[in-house]
T-cell receptor, first 113, second 111 residues
Framework: EPEVTQTPSHQVTQMGQEVILRCVPISNHLYFYWYRQILGQKVEFLVS????????KSEIFDDQFSVERPDGSNFTLKIRSTKLEDSAMYFC???????????FGSGTRLTVV | QKEVEQNSGPLSVPEGAIASLNCTYSDRVSQSFFWYRQYSGKSPELIMS????GDKEDGRFTAQLNKASQYVSLLIRDSQPSDSATYLCAGIIQGAQKLVFGQGTRLTINP
């Protein structure tokens, strides 16, 4: 079964550093997403990406965050100047659009120290 | 009103019984709904989708949608200890490609 692949599985970074989280979505999907889940809390939408541009973003997704699809397969989330409160699981997801559900990757656990 | 709301539980059910999980949604959410299962430390896994009023069955799982009451539920028959997880209700925001989640219900199946 096709899957969404995320790397790394765990990233530890110092406060103020930049991190890039990587994702390879399912190849025939057109919509790509990033979600965040702080430990013990709900899964929160960050951003959706379609046709090489952001289609929706949440209030969490401020200037500290950016997304990119640098080639035909990868989808990245960059977090600049990380803060302690950015520590969370970050999930990439992809979908075929319309009313279909999204498939989630296994996540990257980001720890900011 | 939150877009998707769930009782966070925990919900405890004996093995072999029926587990019933509930969710309500606001007017901002479209008529496409999903149930995801999330084991501790893992990613959400899609288990059911429902778009039409009524029931949809898949093995031991039945999703129910009542549009008039803006209510979605998931029934798990013959509950197994391996069903112990957090169940996330999700819906798509109208006019946007954006899936939003409830806070999840933690389900424990007791042997």
């Amino acid at each position: 079964e096709p899957e969404v692949t995320q790397t790394p599985s765990h990233q530890v970074t110092q406060m103020g550093q930049e991190v890039i989280l990587r994702c390879v979505p399912i190849s025939n999907h057109l919509y790509f997403y990033w979600y965040r889940q702080i430990l013990g809390q709900k899964v929160e939408f960050l951003v959706s990406f379609y046709n090489n541009e952001i289609s929706e973003k949440s209030e969490i997704f401020d200037d500290q965050f950016s997304v990119e699809r640098p080639d035909g397969s990868n989808f990245t989330l960059k977090i600049r100047s990380t803060k302690l409160e950015d520590s969370a699981m970050y999930f990439c997801a992809s979908g075929a659009g319309g009313t279909y559900g999204y498939t989630f990757g296994s996540g990257t656990r980001l720890t900011v120290v | 009103q939150k877009e998707v709301e769930q009782n966070s539980g925990p919900l405890s059910v004996p093995e072999g019984a029926i587990a019933s999980l509930n969710c309500t949604y606001s007017d901002r959410v479209s008529q496409s709904f999903f149930w995801y299962r999330q084991y501790s430390g893992k990613s959400p896994e899609l288990i059911m989708s429902i778009y039409s009023n009524g029931d949809k069955e898949d093995g031991r799982f039945t999703a129910q949608l009542n549009k008039a009451s803006q209510y979605v539920s998931l029934l798990i028959r013959d509950s197994q200890p391996s069903d112990s997880a957090t169940y996330l209700c999700a819906g798509i925001i109208q006019g946007a490609q954006k899936l939003v989640f409830g806070q999840g219900t933690r389900l424990t199946i007791n042997p």
